[in-house]
Each structure stands twice: as structure tokens, then as C-alpha cells.
């Protein structure tokens, strides 16, 4: 059996879960979240626990059990806790600036380039215009966000100007002169 698909998801108090076929509805102190599962999931909600199985033992039920279990895991979570994603911003004159609830980035275009975040999802400009937070209680979105943010000017090896995520490492290459940062 698997070994993530097997674990019981732990639902804290405050959080209410409601089952209606596949689809689980889960809310909490942060939100709402909802999402359709894969009907040969059996989905099972007893004792403030949920429970993950898998009607047989073929390759295609035994990948769900385990991404099932994971993707409920992060549902809980996300309307207790939520996500939060942090992007680093180095080059000289790069720089991002909050908008309202948009993000502005000065990051060596000829203009600047304006993200606006999708209902659920809040940006915020930390460290005087050199990091972005991307929060939200939905952990896909939150790393798509992210990701996007990130594809605007993904750090380039040779200086490793550009937009990486918090604790990235940038594998640095030596330029013509094979001196690193030069």
C-alpha cells in the first residue's frame, strides 16, 4: 500500500468537511476550498479524521491513493494555515512595487510589467521593493502565481540577475574571461 495514500489526514477543530459523492468541501477559519476527486477514490470522513482508499491494487488506483490523500492534506491545511511563496528579487535597478492589490516590476524591460493577482490570492512587496510574497490557501495556485511571477525574468547564470525563489540555488556558469561574477 502506499505509504502517503495510507495516512490518515488529521482535521483540526474549526474545520468542517462535507462529502458529496467525489467531491469534498472543506472550511475553515481562512476560506472555502472544494475540488472533484477521481470517482474509484473511496473517501471516508470519521473521528475528525479522513481516510483515503483504494478499491484494488492497479498501477492506475494505486498513483491516485496517494495524490488523493496529498491533495486533501493540502486542502486542510490551506483553510487553517494557507501558503505562502516567497520570490527574490537581485539585479541592480530591479525593483517591485506595490499597486493596490497589483504588483508592478522594474526588472529591466523597456516598460514595466504589471501581475495582477487571481480572487484568492494576495501579493505583497517585502524588503523595500526586492522580494514578493504570494499567500493564498490554495497551494496549486499559489505555486502557479509563483511561477508565472517568476517566468517575467527567471535568474540567468552568468550574474544571477533576475527573479528566483526564496532559498534557490543558481548554478552560476564562468563567463569569457572564466572568472565567476566578474
Given amino acids: 500500500m502506499s505509504r502517503i495514500g495510507r495516512r490518515p489526514v488529521p482535521v483540526p477543530a474549526g474545520v468542517t468537511v462535507q462529502l458529496e459523492g467525489n467531491r469534498v468541501t472543506v472550511?475553515?477559519?481562512?476560506?472555502?476550498?472544494s475540488r472533484e476527486f477521481h470517482p474509484n477514490m473511496i473517501i471516508k470522513?470519521?473521528?475528525n479524521t479522513l481516510r483515503v482508499l483504494r478499491p484494488d491494487d492497479s498501477r492506475t488506483n494505486k498513483a491516485l491513493h496517494g495524490l488523493t490523500r496529498a491533495l486533501l492534506a493540502n486542502m486542510v491545511t490551506g483553510v487553517t494555515e494557507g501558503f505562502r511563496k516567497r520570490l527574490v528579487i537581485n539585479g541592480?535597478?530591479?525593483r517591485a512595487e506595490q499597486q493596490g492589490e497589483a504588483?508592478?516590476?522594474?526588472?529591466g524591460y523597456s516598460h514595466p510589467v504589471r501581475i495582477d493577482p487571481p480572487p484568492g490570492i494576495?501579493?505583497?512587496?517585502?524588503r523595500g521593493g526586492r522580494?514578493?510574497?504570494v499567500e493564498g490557501n490554495d497551494k496549486e495556485v499559489v505555486g502557479e502565481v509563483a511561477a508565472?511571477?517568476?517566468a517575467v525574468r527567471k535568474p540567468e547564470p552568468y550574474k544571477g540577475k533576475g527573479i528566483a525563489y526564496e532559498g534557490e540555488v543558481i548554478r552560476r556558469k564562468a563567463g569569457k574571461a572564466g572568472r565567476i561574477g566578474g
Fill in 27 to 33: 472550511k475553515g477559519p481562512r476560506g472555502e476550498l
Fill in 45 to 47: 470522513y470519521e473521528d
Fill in 92 to 94: 541592480v535597478g530591479y
Fill in 103 to 107: 504588483v508592478v516590476l522594474q526588472i
Fill in 122 to 126: 494576495k501579493l505583497t512587496v517585502e
Fill in 131 to 133: 522580494s514578493i510574497v
Fill in 148 to 150: 508565472k511571477i517568476r
